[in-house]
C-alpha cells in the first residue's frame, strides 16, 4: 500500500464513525422523543429510555465520540457531513435538557407526594397515642458527686 492509500482508508474509516454516529444520535434522538411525549402524558409504563437496549446505545455514542476525539475529530471530511453531525447534536442536546427538566419537575412531584404522604402517617400516629407528649428528663441533682471527689 502506498501512503496515500493509507491515508484515504483512515479517511473512509472516519468517515464510516460519522455516519455511525449520526445513525446513533437519530436513535437516541427518537428514543428522548418518545419519552418526552409519555412524560407529557404521564404515561409512565412508555419510557424508552429504561430499555438496555438504549443504555448501550448512549454508551456506544459515548465511545464514539471520544475515538472521533482521540483520531483527530473531524478534520478534511465533507461539509455536508459535518453539518448533518452538528445540526444531530445539537437536536440531541435540545431534546436531553428538555428531557431533564420533565424529569426534574417528575422528580419534585414525586418527592412532594411521599414528603405529604409521611407527614400524614406522623399526624395520624400522635393522635392515636393516649399519651403523645414527649417525656422530660429527670433532674439530677450533681452536687454530691462534686463533693464526694472534692473529699
Known sequence: MTPTNKGS???AEQLRRLEQLLAISRRLSE??????????????DNLTTTDPEVARLCALYGREVMALKASGGIKNM?????A?????GGRLNKLLARHETLVACMRQASEGLVQAVAEEVEKS???NAPYSGTPRPKRVST???VYNKVI
Not at 465533507?78 to 459535518?82: R, T, W
Not at 448533518?84 to 444531530?88: C, P
Open 9 to 11: 482508508e483512515t479517511q
Open 31 to 44: 428514543a428522548i422523543a418518545a419519552d418526552i411525549a409519555a412524560l407529557e402524558q404521564g404515561a409512565f
Open 78 to 82: 465533507p461539509e455536508q457531513v459535518i
Open 84 to 88: 448533518a453531525l452538528k445540526d444531530s
Open 125 to 127: 400516629r400522635k393522635r
Open 143 to 145: 452536687g454530691a458527686i
